[in-house]
């Protein structure tokens, strides 16, 4: 556990790093930036800021100085080098032209001179979904962080860099996937959370903050054209649509992370477009306004940039995007707009592909072929299931009817075809009927991100014909959902009949009983569609009504105070009394956690589900700087839990490395002998192989059964076909008896 003076030591050590990371952006922003104000000025901000983490801790782990106080020193010194750095052209020089603000000032008023009542809808169901989201986070909160990925990889790879102080270093979790080339900018955060407090608990909530700036994308987006508001209430309908809400809150996911990143890209060119409305891209007159003009098209490309490094599943819309910079710019301008666009997108994710260009001779290992062209890949002995794209089955009406129609309905709920063909109709309508370039060339990306999700491999996951992974990963259509159904609200439909021939309706005064009737639509499928009454039913409705008052409810009041003429001062004396109270409260929430994580005391739904792990977890809660070995994939896939409670715990999962970063299972008795020793374990846990087309029925591995006779080896624990061995010497690896038959076979797939 950890003591209060511990905890105050992790806090000050988050505040050394926070405070001036968020300082530098904001200076960064309003050098570069500076006529941008209010939410835009806030999401450039949030961009920068996440990149500057990612960037010090990529430049620190590279060179094996990922410490706490390293990481301090240089947060520290990035803040004192831009508080230093002299005003450039972007900042000084004549006042701004009206070109230039005419985006950038905050409207005061809707279209409907509705301000008011339409910001309390949007804060009313932004609240609604953090409440949602709350609710899972007290179940992690109470047992303990059990979504799958998190476990399999995700917080492995976080703790493996604290450990080693290194982010160059590929971690082998297990020897199905090869998940360790995988982009790892959202573990970098994890990592960097871990490293500071000395526990996993901030982890529970990071994915908050990837929610606040899908919902800040979201109003910046509609804001240009007075529908901030409405576009916040139509990306809500999915950002508590029951695929992420059971995935991602209180856990270390990152699906809503590279897509909050996308939506932000897109909602920073919007502004910028709208910024330069009367004189498009590319074509400004005023060197200051071209200045400002190449920094925004940098912070969206650094946050696309951002999202491809965080997962694989974002390079298809980054690369749509690109597009779209490159069309809009004038012919001119169009090398120099792109260089502007790639270099920070580079910057923001290139790292992780290039390591991997390095160790695999492929910057993305998993494509193993280029048309007939045979790309450098790690082979593998075992495989867990086909890969197969929704494409492969667009003409069975079995499998769509079996398991697309009930996947999609768990996911988006009874309304799903209204949710998932109005998003994708929006993206439609918007190429044909948009109200101006940026926002038809928006409704192209989302278009081709929903084809390019129709040929993700894995999108159908499973044996031919059944596709159990399907609902699993529908979350891979998130990022084109989300930049589709945000259009929705833009159509000029919903402009009052005397604004559709106003190029800029932003702050016009009219009756527009269509845009109300628009938001009582979206309000209400996104009530019948999410069904967030349920959360009112479970204990954890406390908590997350209080979560919502701290994280939602006093947030919008401040602003609305602000907004009222409240002075600086005062609201920034509310903000750090409301963070003062966030660390008051955060030390027995945190101890709170610490006394169940992991326990799997309770009942069924507190414990793993069908994998025979929980005596094994409960006994690596009292373990501490050990080194544990896992064998056998279903521990592989859970191996977070055997870090211990303080993350001190090495885990290794056994294998044999390969050519181009391969690490395979390892084939033989003798071989998984020597293993052992070469790794020099002091607890071993052997477990099944994972079946993933029949999760229930776990397959035998044979690696306990190549223990047997082995003096140096003591079973301390058993549970199913979960062991957890003492290692109290060398094993014999000419010990094994002739009956040990070698692993050859895939177990899992209908050939095995």
Known sequence: MVNAGSYLVGAVQLALVVVPICFSAYRLRQKLLPEWAGAPARLVESVVAVALVIWISEVLGTFGLFYAGALIAAALLVAGTVALWPAGPAAAGDPPSPATTQGMVPPTTSPTGGAFWSHLVMWGV??????????????????????????WYHLPFAVDMVQTHSVVGMHHVETVFTNWFYPQNSEVLHAVGILLTGRDTLSLFLNFGWLGMAFLAAYCVGRPYGRGAVTTVAVAILLACHTLVVRDPGAAKNDLAAAALILASIAILVEAWNANRVVPFGRNTSERNHAMERWALAAAGLAVGLAAGTRVTGLAMAAGLTVVVVVLASRGGRLAGFAWWFLPALAGGGFWYLRNLVVAGNPIPEVEKLGPISLPH???????????????????????????????????????????????????????????????????????????????????AGAEGEPVGFGINIRYMIPALLAGIVLVPLDRWFDPPELHQISNPAGRKSDAVRLYGLTGVLVLVFLVTNRPDHALHVQARVFALAFVLAAVGIPALLLYARSRGAGAAVVTAAVGGLLVAVVAIGYPLQRHYLEGRYANTGSKEEQIPGMDLNKAYRWARDVDHARIGLAGTTAGFAGYGFYGTDLTNRVLYLGEDGPHGAYKAIPTCAAFRAAVNDADLDYLVTAPFLNFLHPGSPIPSPEARWLRGEGAVQPILREGQVTVWKIGGRLDPSGCGSGNAPLREIPNTPAG
């Open 126 to 151: 932004i609240g609604i979904t953090v409440f949602t989201w709350a609710v899972t986070t007290k179940h992690a909160l109470d047992r303990g962080i059990f979504n799958f990925d998190s476990l």
């Open 378 to 460: 790690p082979e593998r002995l075992q495989e867990g299931r086909p890969d197969f794209s929704i494409a492969h089955y667009a003409t069975d009406t079995g499998v769509w009817r079996h398991y697309f129609a009930p996947g999609l309905h768990e996911a988006f709920g009874s309304l799903w075809p209204l949710v998932v063909f109005g998003a994708a109709a929006a993206a439609l309508l918007a190429v044909f009927h948009g109200r101006d370039r940026i926002v038809r060339w928006i409704g192209a990306v989302a278009l081709f991100g929903l084809v390019a999700y129709l040929f993700t491999p894995l999108s159908a």
